[in-house]
C-alpha cells in the first residue's frame, strides 16, 4: 500500500514542487505556501503526507514563546524496482535527487504526424535560440512539445506581467539546484538589471530550457526585454519562443522556422487515425482547402459525411458550425462555457461552473471530438474556437464568471486572487472588485511587493474607481513616488468607508511623515485613532500603531515609540500568524532600545527576531536580524561578534544583489576589523563599498575611502589621501559623514597616527 501512495503522491505537481523547494533549505508551511502562491492548509495537509511515508521530515523548534514546525527533504533519492511479484521503492541521501518537470506545464502530444525535417531542425544541439511561427491552429505548440519534452514551459497570457513570469522562473531554476534568483526576489530585489543577470546566470549554470509559448500575447515590454538579454548572451541554455506573428526582438542568431501545414501524406495520416475512410484522390480537394492545416483537419475529421459537398466559402467556420450543430445542448454548453474564459482552467473549476454533473462525460467526449485541448491538468477551448464561439453567445456571461470568481477566491493564493480581480473588473461588478480589495489588504498583502505590475495592471482597467485609486496609491508609494500617491489618497479619501477608509488615513500619515511634514501626519494619525477607537477590528488597529510608532520616533520619543511597538507586537500576536511582521516589529523594538543606548536590550530583542526568522524560513529577515546584530555587539565592542554577524548579512546581501545593505553590513564589519587590529581584512571591506558606491552611488559606499584610509594609516602607509576623497565624497551629505566618523572613533584614535582628519 505504501509503494502505490508514494507512486501516486510523487505524481503529483505541487508535491514534486514542495520536494524541489526543499532541497535548497529548510521551510515551514507557511513560506512553502508564500512561494508556490498555495493555500497553507493545503501545503501543511500535503507536508504532513510526506512526512508518513518517509519522504521528508518535519522537526519542532522553539522561536520565542512559539512552537514552530519546519521540513527538509529526508532523502535525495527515490528508487522504483520492479521485482519478481513485487514493486520495491528505495530511498537514499547518496543519490542524485532530481525533480521531474511538472506535468501541467508541458503539453501532451499524443497522436503526432509529419514534421520530420523541422524535428531535426530543432534537435540540432548546436541551436541557442529558436523562433516558430505560423498562423493559429498550425501545430506550433505540440511540435515543441515533441522535441523539447523536458523544458520549463510558460504560456503568456495577456494579462501576465514581468513579475509574474520571473517568479516562476526563480521556482524552476530553484528546483534545478540555482536558488540565488529565488533569494533575490523573496528578499525584495526589484532592479530590472539584476534580474536580467541572474536569469542569465541561472539558465547558463543549469543549462535550462525555456520555452515561451504565445508570445504574440505578451503587453509587458519587460518581458521582450529580458528575452532578448538572454537571447544575445546565452551560451549552454536553449530559448523557444513560439508565437503567430515573427517576433522583432532583434535576434540575430536566432533559427526561424516558419510552420506551415502538415503535407500531404501527413494531413492524410490524421484524417485516417480519426477514422474517416476517404481515399487519397478525393481527399486531395480536402487538403487543398485546408492546406493541412491541423485543427481545420480534425473539425473535417469530425464533420465528414461521405460524398456531403464541402463548400469552400470560409472553409474553416464551416467545418466548425457542421460539428456544433450535431453536438448535444451539454456539449455546446460546455464550449460555451469555456469560451468565456481567457486562460485554460482546470477539471476543479469547471466542475464549479458547469452547473450539471456530468462535466466529465461531456469533458471526454469533446477532447475526442478534437474541440476542446488539454494542456497537462488544463482544458481550454483554442482561440479560434473561441472567437466563433463568442460570435454567437448562449450563456449568461455574468452569471458564469461570478461563479468562476467564487471558485479563485475559495483558492486562497494570490494568483487565483489576480484573476478573479480581473474577471471582476471585465464584469464591472463593484461590489465584488470592492470584497477583493478588502481581501488583499486583508490576505495577500505582499501583492504590493511582489506582483506590483501584475496588479497595476488589472487596476488601471478600473482607473476611476475610488478603490483602484486608492490601491494604485499602494504601488506608487512603495516605488518611492511619495506625491503621486499622496494626491491620489487626498482625492479619494472622503468617497471609502469601512476598512478602506481606515486604510488610506494611515497611508496618508505614513506618506506625510515620508515627506517630513509631521504636522499634517499628526492630523491623520488622530483620524486613524478615531477609527481604530470605534472598531474591534484588528487590523486597523494595528495600523494605527504602526504609525504611531515612527510618529513617535521622528519625534524624538523613543519611551513612546517603544509603548506603542510592543503594542503592535500585542496586536499580531492576536491575529492570524504573521512572522515577517513579528519579526521586523521585534528588530524595530530593538533599534528603539539602542537608539536609548540600551544595546543589552536591543540584543535580546535582535535575537529573538532571528529567531523567528529562521523558524518561518524568512531570509531577507534572518539576514536584517544578521546586520542589526553586528551593529548592536559593535555599540557594546563585541568586534568579534559583529564581524561574525555581519559576515552572514554581506554574505547574503551580495548574493542577492541587495546592494544598500551589503554596504551597510560592511561598514560595521569593515569597523569591526579596525578594532580589532586586523586592518587588512578592513582594507579589503573597504574597498569593497567603494566598488559598490561606484556602480550604485550610494552614499555610504563612499564612507569607505575613509575606513580605507585609516586601515592604511594601521598598516604604516599614508591613508591621508584616501581620508581626503571620502570627505569630499561625502560633503552633500554632513550628517552621513558626521556619523561616520562618531562610529569610526568607537575603534580609533586619531593622535595613534598624527591628526589624520586634520584640514
Given at each position: 500500500m505504501k509503494v502505490t501512495s508514494i507512486i501516486r503522491t510523487l505524481s503529483n505537481e505541487t508535491n514534486l514542487q514542495i520536494l524541489s523547494i526543499l532541497r535548497s533549505g529548510t521551510f515551514n508551511p507557511r513560506e512553502l505556501a508564500r512561494i508556490l502562491q498555495k493555500d497553507e492548509s493545503d501545503i501543511s495537509r500535503r507536508l504532513r503526507l510526506l512526512e508518513r511515508l518517509g519522504i521528508v521530515e518535519g522537526r519542532w523548534i522553539r522561536a520565542g514563546n512559539k512552537n514552530i514546525k519546519v521540513y527538509s527533504l529526508k532523502v535525495e533519492e527515490v528508487r522504483i524496482s520492479f521485482e519478481?511479484?513485487?514493486?520495491?521503492?528505495?530511498?537514499?541521501?547518496?543519490?542524485?535527487?532530481?525533480?521531474?518537470?511538472?506535468?501541467?506545464?508541458?503539453?501532451?502530444?499524443?497522436?503526432?504526424?509529419?514534421?520530420?525535417?523541422?524535428?531535426?531542425?530543432?534537435?540540432?544541439?548546436e541551436k541557442r535560440v529558436i523562433v516558430i511561427y505560423g498562423i493559429a491552429g498550425i501545430g506550433k505548440t505540440a511540435l515543441a512539445a515533441r522535441v523539447f519534452g523536458d523544458a520549463f514551459w510558460y504560456q503568456v497570457n495577456e494579462a501576465d506581467s514581468f513579475d509574474y513570469f520571473i517568479w516562476q522562473i526563480g521556482l524552476f531554476l530553484n528546483s534545478a539546484g540555482y536558488s540565488t534568483l529565488l533569494e533575490y526576489l523573496r528578499g525584495g530585489g526589484r532592479e530590472e538589471r539584476d534580474i536580467l543577470e541572474l536569469v542569465l546566470d541561472g539558465i547558463e549554470s543549469t543549462g535550462m530550457k525555456l520555452v515561451v509559448d504565445d508570445l504574440h500575447k505578451c503587453t509587458d515590454e519587460k518581458i521582450l526585454r529580458l528575452l532578448a538579454f538572454i537571447a544575445g548572451r546565452m551560451e549552454h541554455g536553449l530559448l523557444v519562443i513560439l508565437s503567430r506573428e515573427k517576433p522583432r526582438l532583434g535576434i540575430v542568431d536566432a533559427t526561424y522556422i516558419r510552420l506551415k501545414g502538415l503535407d500531404l501524406k501527413s494531413a492524410y495520416s490524421l484524417i485516417k487515425s480519426r477514422g474517416v475512410k476517404i481515399d487519397l484522390t478525393d481527399f486531395v480537394d480536402i487538403y487543398q482547402l485546408t492546406m493541412g492545416h491541423p485543427l481545420a483537419l480534425n473539425l473535417f475529421a469530425e464533420a465528414y459525411i461521405e460524398k456531403n459537398e464541402i463548400r469552400p466559402e470560409k472553409f474553416f467556420d464551416f467545418l466548425f458550425w457542421e460539428v456544433y450543430q450535431a453536438l448535444n445542448r451539454d456539449e455546446r454548453l460546455m464550449l460555451q462555457l469555456l469560451g468565456l474564459f481567457?486562460?485554460?482552467?482546470?477539471?476543479?473549476?469547471?466542475?464549479?461552473?458547469?452547473p450539471k454533473k456530468n462535466a466529465f462525460v461531456v469533458l471526454y467526449s469533446l477532447l475526442n471530438k478534437g474541440l476542446v485541448e488539454k494542456r497537462g491538468e488544463l482544458y481550454f477551448l483554442h482561440d479560434l474556437l473561441r472567437n466563433i464561439v463568442k460570435e454567437t453567445p448562449e450563456v449568461d456571461e455574468r452569471e458564469y464568471c461570478s461563479r468562476y470568481i467564487d471558485y479563485l477566491i475559495e483558492k486562497r493564493n494570490i494568483k487565483d486572487f489576480l484573476r478573479a480581480l480581473r474577471y471582476a473588473v471585465r464584469l464591472k461588478d463593484r461590489d465584488k472588485f470592492r470584497g477583493l480589495i478588502e481581501l488583499r489588504l486583508r490576505r495577500f498583502k505582499r501583492i504590493i511587493q511582489d506582483f506590483p505590475d501584475a496588479y497595476m495592471k488589472v487596476l488601471l482597467q478600473l482607473e476611476n474607481?475610488?478603490?483602484?485609486?486608492?490601491?494604485?496609491?499602494?504601488?506608487?508609494?512603495?516605488?518611492?513616488?511619495?506625491?503621486?500617491?499622496?494626491?491620489?489618497?487626498?482625492?479619494?479619501?472622503?468617497?471609502?468607508?469601512?476598512?478602506?477608509?481606515?486604510?488610506?488615513?494611515?497611508?496618508?500619515?505614513?506618506?506625510?511623515?515620508e515627506l517630513e511634514n509631521f504636522e499634517e501626519a499628526e492630523k491623520y494619525l488622530r483620524e486613524l485613532e478615531k477609527i481604530a477607537d470605534e472598531s474591534e477590528d484588528l487590523e486597523?488597529?494595528?495600523?494605527?500603531?504602526?504609525?504611531?510608532?515612527?510618529?513617535?520616533?521622528?519625534?524624538?520619543?523613543?519611551?513612546?515609540?517603544?509603548?506603542?511597538?510592543?503594542?503592535?507586537?500585542?496586536?499580531?500576536?492576536?491575529?492570524?500568524?504573521?512572522p515577517e511582521l513579528e519579526s521586523l516589529v521585534l528588530l524595530h523594538i530593538?533599534?528603539?532600545?539602542?537608539?536609548?543606548?540600551?544595546?543589552?536590550?536591543?540584543?535580546?530583542?535582535?535575537?529573538?527576531?532571528?529567531?523567528?526568522?529562521?523558524?518561518?524560513?524568512?531570509p531577507f529577515m534572518e539576514h536584517l536580524a544578521h546586520g542589526e546584530l553586528s551593529t548592536a555587539h559593535f555599540t557594546v565592542?563585541?568586534?568579534?561578534?559583529?564581524?561574525?554577524h555581519a559576515g552572514k548579512a554581506v554574505e547574503y546581501y551580495l548574493r542577492v544583489r541587495n546592494y544598500r545593505r551589503a554596504v551597510d553590513a560592511l561598514a560595521y564589519r569593515c569597523l569591526s576589523y579596525i578594532g580589532l587590529n586586523l586592518p587588512d581584512r578592513g582594507e579589503k571591506d573597504a574597498e569593497e563599498m567603494i566598488k559598490i558606491a561606484q556602480s550604485t552611488d550610494y552614499p555610504l559606499g563612499w564612507a569607505g575611502y575613509i575606513f580605507l584610509g585609516v586601515a592604511k594609516s594601521l598598516k604604516g602607509e599614508d591613508g591621508v589621501e584616501y581620508l581626503r576623497r571620502g570627505k569630499e565624497k561625502l560633503k552633500k551629505h554632513p550628517w552621513l559623514y558626521d556619523a561616520v566618523l562618531k562610529e569610526l572613533a568607537r575603534v580609533y584614535k586619531a593622535a595613534e597616527a598624527g591628526d589624520l582628519f586634520a584640514e
Open positions: 519478481p511479484g513485487e514493486v520495491v521503492i528505495q530511498t537514499s541521501r547518496n543519490g542524485r535527487y532530481e525533480v521531474p518537470i511538472p506535468e501541467s506545464k508541458i503539453p501532451k502530444v499524443e497522436n503526432f504526424f509529419g514534421r520530420e525535417d523541422e524535428i531535426r531542425l530543432l534537435s540540432s544541439p481567457d486562460e485554460p482552467v482546470e477539471y476543479g473549476a469547471i466542475k464549479h461552473v458547469y474607481d475610488p478603490y483602484a485609486r486608492k490601491e494604485l496609491g499602494h504601488i506608487y508609494f512603495q516605488r518611492g513616488f511619495f506625491e503621486k500617491a499622496l494626491r491620489l489618497w487626498l482625492e479619494v479619501e472622503d468617497r471609502l468607508e469601512g476598512i478602506h477608509r481606515a486604510d488610506v488615513m494611515s497611508s496618508l500619515a505614513d506618506v506625510y511623515m486597523i488597529k494595528l495600523w494605527y500603531h504602526v504609525e504611531l510608532t515612527k510618529f513617535k520616533y521622528y519625534m524624538d520619543d523613543p519611551e513612546g515609540a517603544l509603548e506603542s511597538a510592543f503594542k503592535e507586537l500585542e496586536i499580531i500576536r492576536r491575529m492570524e500568524p504573521y530593538g533599534d528603539i532600545y539602542l537608539g536609548m543606548e540600551k544595546p543589552e536590550e536591543s540584543l535580546k530583542y535582535y535575537h529573538h527576531a532571528l529567531e523567528i526568522a529562521r523558524a518561518y524560513s524568512l565592542g563585541d568586534y568579534k561578534q559583529a564581524v561574525e
